[in-house]
């Protein structure tokens, strides 16, 4: 009898856990969201890289990143994930920028960033180009030079000066550091041309009011959307040093700050603990009734 009873707690366990699994890894937090485009990043092979987004398009990876590389390793990922490391070296080509680019619009992504950046490496670009006085869809994440005071930057334009300050935040190395070789993830939202209109969320936590205005102009090169490059093939100076992991596209949708901190939880997957041990030990309990009786 209390075999059995164990067996019957341990398959219970078993199913509590997978089930929870099932519902809220990371990956399927994200569709759950319905991504204009979504990338895991979890291929093995150079070439093509997967969007099981809702409007797919072809992706390809470029220049020399090292692809399979070490995933996020939390939980929420499984254990068989895999992440692009652009090793200064390489990243994916998503296609024309003008199909990345929306008014509104918003990017997920998972990151690691050694540091050692020289000019500003891009972890998403769109290389739209909007300068003073523009309504482009312009859409930049940069890793910083350390020296900048300054560990990213995110910038709705890219003239510099800017007449008036609409086009760059950063966050202020003072306050975090993100370029500390550890996984990282963030949200960043853009609502509308203006960047003080800008949201993200790092970590799950909304870092919004500690963003700050910088004074350098991010550059484009050529006319596509990349992760982790700004110029196809890798060739330019500004390619992220460190990796990049599952990463999500919302075009004219901006995703609001419990959905931000929504994703962040499900890559933890807060084991149902205590759910789980109420069950064990009910099921425990029943056995030790009968057995008593
Ligand atoms: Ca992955
Ligand atoms: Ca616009
Ligand atoms: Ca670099």
């Known amino acids: 009898m209390v075999q059995s009873a164990a067996i019957f707690a341990s398959a219970l366990l ?3 856990l997978s089930a929870s699994a ?65 090793n200064d070296a390489g990243g994916v080509n998503l296609g024309p920028g003008s199909s990345f680019a929306s008014n509104v619009m918003t990017v997920a992504m998972w990151f690691q960033a050694p540091g050692g950046v020289q000019v500003g490496d891009r972890i998403f670009t769109n ?21 900048s005071g300054w560990s990213m930057a995110i910038a709705t334009g890219n003239e510099n000066p800017q007449t008036p300050e609409t086009m760059q935040l950063g966050i202020p190395s003072s306050f975090l550091n993100v370029q500390d070789n550890q996984w990282h993830h963030i949200v960043a939202v853009r609502n509308g ?10 970590d799950g936590v909304d870092i919004t009011s500690n963003l700050t205005p910088t004074s350098a102009g991010w550059g484009t090169t050529g006319s596509n959307a990349h992760l ?25 949708r901006a995703l609001t700050v419990e959905e931000a ?24 309990a029943g056995s030790r009734r009968r057995r008593e009786s």
Request: net charge negative; charged share 15%.
């Open 22 to 86: 099932a519902i809220v890894d990371y990956p399927s937090a994200v569709d759950a969201l319905h991504p204009t485009h979504h990338y895991r990043l979890d291929e093995t092979t150079f070439g093509a890289v997967t969007d099981t987004g809702t409007n797919p398009l072809a992706a390809m990876h470029e220049g020399a990143p090292e692809v399979g590389a070490p995933g996020v390793p939390l939980e929420g990922f499984g254990s068989t994930n895999y992440a692009l490391f652009d």
């Open 14 to 16: 078993v199913s509590v």
């Open 127 to 147: 290389n739209i180009v909007r300068l003073n006085g523009g309504t482009e869809d312009s859409f930049q994440m940069v890793m910083t030079n350390g020296a």
């Open 261 to 284: 901190q929504g994703l962040y939880n499900a890559a933890q997957i807060p084991e149902p603990a205590s759910v789980t041990c109420l069950l064990v030990a009910a099921a425990l």
């Open 193 to 202: 041309d203006d960047i003080m209109d800008l949201v993200v969320v790092l």
């Open 228 to 252: 982790g490059v700004r110029a196809d093939n890798g060739a330019s100076e500004h390619n992220h040093t460190g990796s990049i992991d599952d990463t999500a596209i919302w075009l004219n």
